[in-house]
């Protein structure tokens, strides 16, 4: 099977199976939680909705990336704006930004329940509309995340060093392809330099990273202590849920490190080493959108106000078992037509 005909079903499957489980979690959440309420009620559904325009995205631009000695290419070539190179390079951002945007939201989730258990007063900040505030510190490490996309745009320097490459490997001319490159190096006969607008994307993304990471430790940190710290003065039903909520925010985090955050570093860092290599890194791509999918999984079997709704309204699982069914015949359907 060619490569784009897998890359198209793997990020199809993925599409279907992300929009069922979100709007799932976002149906028991909204008629079928009773302990889960307030701003966290909120957080929830709306995660549930970034995750869902995170995958869509995905569908619209058909981000790709490419590693080549030298060189970390993320380009589209099957994208909505296919046709139109600017637009294209536009849609890549808007990608790229999206998913900064969920990494800084999981931060605000973080900072939200350790307000709730350090100090509950503090918690009346995320109370309503004051939740557009923390929405809008999510936008700017969005637009962050962007911008150092952005500073790698396309140059005669990418453009001759990469030309060769992307016509063997896609039958197509970069001059006629939207897309971004993260080079170490310019190459001058037998010179090179360092591109720093490449450092400056490399640590952009570093520190963005580090600083939502850090963030999200020091409150975890809180939480742990305080839920520990009232044992003996909370009831059992109250701090079985205080934990399941710290359980899930823990594996929230863990997952996106361990499972691209940690292996993507070094497809980013290995630009600077020059290493002989050459090979469709997409697969980077593939785990920043299994995480929306992933996110909506831990809630749904850590938290056990959802396994409560589940047996608890007979509606509820009647249209449960409905999704999986559509489910389980439009992934099969949508395999067969690629």
């Known amino acids: 099977m060619p490569a784009f005909d897998i890359s198209d079903n793997a990020s199809r499957v993925l599409y279907i199976a992300t929009v069922v489980l979100n709007c799932f979690l976002i149906h028991l959440t ?11 009620r909120s957080m929830i559904v709306i995660f549930a909705l970034m995750g869902l325009w995170f995958t869509s995205l995905d569908i619209l631009v058909r981000p790709l990336m490419h590693s080549y000695n030298s060189c970390i290419m993320y380009f589209t070539l099957g994208g909505t704006f296919r046709g139109l190179k600017r637009a294209a390079e536009a849609s890549l951002l808007v990608y790229s930004a999206m998913y900064g945007i969920l990494i800084a939201f999981l931060c605000i989730q973080f900072i939200y329940r350790a307000c709730v258990l350090a100090r509950p007063i503090w918690s009346k900040i995320f109370d309503g509309w004051k939740l557009i505030y923390w929405l809008l510190y999510c936008l700017i490490i969005g637009g962050l995340w962007s911008y150092a996309t952005f500073l790698c745009s396309s140059d005669t320097m990418t453009n001759r060093y990469m030309r060769n490459e992307i ?172």
């Open 30 to 40: 909204v008629y079928h939680t009773k302990q889960i309420n307030g701003a966290y």
């Open 167 to 338: 016509r063997s490997n896609y039958g197509v001319d970069i001059r006629n392809v939207a897309y971004f490159a993260l080079m170490g190096y310019n190459y001058n006969g037998t010179e090179k330099t360092l591109r720093w607008n490449s450092v400056s994307t490399f640590s952009m993304f570093v520190v963005i990273l580090l600083t939502q990471y850090v963030i999200c430790l020091v409150c975890g940190f809180i939480m742990y202590r305080r839920i520990e710290g009232n044992a003996s003065s909370t009831s059992n039903q109250y701090q079985k849920l205080q934990h399941q909520f710290f359980k899930a925010l823990i594996y929230q985090l863990a997952a996106p490190c361990i499972c691209f955050h940690i292996p993507s570093f070094f497809f980013y860092i290995a630009p600077f080493f020059e290493l002989e290599i050459s090979f469709r890194s997409t697969i980077i791509i593939y785990g920043f959108n299994v995480y929306p999918l992933t996110d909506s999984l831990i809630l749904l079997t850590v938290i056990s106000e959802y396994k409560i709704a589940l047996k608890s309204e007979e509606n509820c699982l009647g249209g449960t078992l409905s999704l999986v069914r559509l489910f389980s015949q439009l992934v099969p359907l949508s395999i067969s037509r690629l």
